[in-house]
Every structure is written in structure tokens, then in C-alpha cells.
Antibody
Framework: QVQLVESGGGVVQPGGSLRLSCEASGFNFKNFGIHWVRQIPGKGLEWVAFIRFDGSHTDYAESVKGRFTISRDNSKNILYLHMSSLRDADTAVYHC??????????????WGQGTLVSVSS | EIVLSQSPGTLSLSPGERATLSCRASQSVTGRYLAWYQQKPGQAPRLLIHGASTRATGIPDRFSGSGSGTHFTLSISRLEPEDFAVYYCQQYNTSPITFGQGTRLEI
């Protein structure tokens, strides 16, 4: 069955950096674009970033552009999110979420459980 | 940016009743590029509907989506106990994609 398992979250000081990972299984990872979507605990959802199935295109929310970098390793079925210059407002649960096969549709037919990032001094 | 406003904020109903959830957009969502998700406590969101009215794989037919332009609706025809959750709409027509703030469906 499809699985997306995030890791790498934790507590980090403002201005610090963190790298999140998302391990995929149960589907042909190299054929699917993947997104990061975050959720402030108890609050709503915010799209963060996208990478096309072959890594040829990336896209970012304005709030993270220039600070976050999305990447993927199709040989290992892993997605990454490199986060730097972290701010209090980046505190959230970060989910990876799967797009449609070889299409940049920007809706998500499967989500991981998420990993919590807490930015605090 | 398209702002999505969901109403009501909380909907209190009983199993067996019909639920109607609303999602209004600040600008037209052309192409009906609107999705609905269900989220239960401690779980990831689950896709219910995409393209405004197409049920995702494995979603029961008591869930239906309708609407176009700036007004969309998610209907649940006969509520089951497992349907009580938070529901979000999302538009993917215009960058940046955006979500509504959610409707909590409670018993």
C-alpha cells in the first residue's frame, strides 16, 4: 500500500536550519510529483513546495521562497525539504503529499502523517 | 491569492442526517479545480473529491461535490459515525494554491 513517512522534525532556534525527509513506498515514486504542505497544530493547511516527478521543476510558496529548498532522490525514493533562516511562523506539522502520475495537478491523493517542526528560542 | 471561506465553522448533526458544507472563493475557480479533504484527529488529511465533483478512489457514494465559479458544496447524504471530522476545501486553479479554514462536523 502507498506509504509516505516523514522524519527530521524537531526543535530549532530562530535563524536555524533543518532538513526534513519523506520516504515513499508502495507506488512508483519516480513517476509522481510530491508536495510539502504544513499545518499549524489545531489550525489550517498551507501549501509549501512542489517538485515535479523528474525533479525538472520546483515551486514554492512566497512565505518560504529563498529559505526552503525541495529536492528528491528517485534512486532512493526519498523527498527532502531543506529549511534555513527558520522563523517562529514556520512552526507546524510538515506533511509530504502525492500528486497525480506525471501531471502537475496540485491536488493530493495521499498524505503522510507529518513531522513536527518547532521554531523556538 | 484566492481566499476560500468555509461555512459553517462548526456543524452539529446526528448520524443518519444529511450534511451540507459550503466553500466560497474570493475569485472564480475556473475549470472547477477544487478538492475536498477529510481530516480526523491525529491523522493526515484524506482526499474525498477533486475536480469539484469527482470522488477519489474508495470514497463512498454518500459523499458528493458540486458547484462552480465561486461557490462549491460538499454533501454527505447519510452521516455515518466515522464521518465526524474536519473538512477542508482547496483550490488548485490559481497559484498559490489555497485551502479553506475548515468546517468541523460534530455529533
Amino acid at each position: 500500500q502507498v506509504q509516505l513517512v516523514e522524519s527530521g522534525g524537531g526543535v530549532v532556534q530562530p535563524g536555524g536550519s533543518l532538513r526534513l525527509s519523506c520516504e515513499a513506498s508502495g507506488f512508483n515514486f519516480k513517476n509522481f510529483g510530491i508536495h510539502w504542505v504544513r499545518q499549524i497544530p489545531g489550525k489550517g493547511l498551507e501549501w509549501v513546495a512542489f517538485i515535479r516527478f523528474d525533479g525538472s521543476h520546483t515551486d514554492y510558496a512566497e512565505s518560504v521562497k529563498g529559505r526552503f529548498t525541495i529536492s528528491r532522490d528517485n534512486s532512493k525514493n526519498i523527498l527532502y525539504l531543506h529549511m534555513s533562516s527558520l522563523r517562529d511562523a514556520d512552526t507546524a506539522v510538515y506533511h509530504c503529499a502525492k500528486d497525480q502520475e506525471r501531471l502537475d495537478e496540485y491536488y493530493f491523493d495521499f498524505w503522510g502523517q507529518g513531522t513536527l517542526v518547532s521554531v523556538s528560542s | 491569492e484566492i481566499v476560500l471561506s468555509q461555512s459553517p465553522g462548526t456543524l452539529s448533526l446526528s448520524p443518519g442526517e444529511r450534511a451540507t458544507l459550503s466553500c466560497r472563493a474570493s475569485q472564480s475557480v475556473t475549470g472547477r479545480y477544487l478538492a475536498w479533504y477529510q481530516q480526523k484527529p491525529g491523522q493526515a488529511p484524506r482526499l474525498l473529491i477533486h475536480g469539484a465533483s469527482t470522488r477519489a478512489t474508495g470514497i463512498p457514494d454518500r459523499f458528493s461535490g458540486s458547484g462552480s465559479g465561486t461557490h462549491f458544496t460538499l454533501s454527505i447524504s447519510r452521516l455515518e459515525p466515522e464521518d465526524f471530522a474536519v473538512y477542508y476545501c482547496q483550490q488548485y486553479n490559481t497559484s498559490p494554491i489555497t485551502f479553506g479554514q475548515g468546517t468541523r462536523l460534530e455529533i
